[in-house]
Nanobody, 124 residues
Framework: QVQLVESGGGLVQPGESLRLSCAAS????????IGWFRQAAGKDREEVSCIMSRGIKSTYADSVKGRFTISRDNAKNTVYLQMNNLKPEDTAVYYC?????????????????WGQGTQVTVSS
């Protein structure tokens, strides 16, 4: 059974950092594309970042380029999202997701597996 469990969210001040973790089980995460979406209150869910199978390529939303970094620890079957220089507009629930595809195209489709989400709040 595919399962994704996020952790690492919290309340931080603008300019600070957080690292989100997505622990995968029921499959070998290294072989598949895994990504992060976020959903702010009253807004649609948006894709933040994705890492392809075997980490060949990563993608980022324009709003987070240069501040967020996605990575894998294959030994721990875990994907991370390092978030630096956080801004109030980064406040959202962050979700880990996989479609069990090799690439990031179409991530979050109807067949996607989602985690439960972790809240990130950036406020002074």
């Amino acid at each position: 059974q595919v399962q994704l469990v996020e952790s690492g969210g919290g309340l931080v001040q603008p300019g600070e950092s957080l690292r989100l973790s997505c622990a995968a089980s029921g499959f070998t995460a290294e072989y598949y594309a895994i990504g992060w979406f976020r959903q702010a209150a009253g807004k649609d869910r948006e894709e933040v970042s994705c890492i392809m199978s075997r980490g060949i390529k990563s993608t980022y939303a324009d709003s987070v380029k240069g501040r967020f970094t996605i990575s894998r620890d294959n030994a721990k079957n875990t994907v991370y999202l390092q978030m630096n220089n956080l801004k109030p507009e980064d406040t959202a629930v962050y979700y880990c997701v996989t479609d069990l595809n090799l690439h990031c195209d179409g991530l979050g489709s109807e067949k996607a597996n989602w985690g439960q989400g972790t809240q990130v709040t950036v406020s002074s």
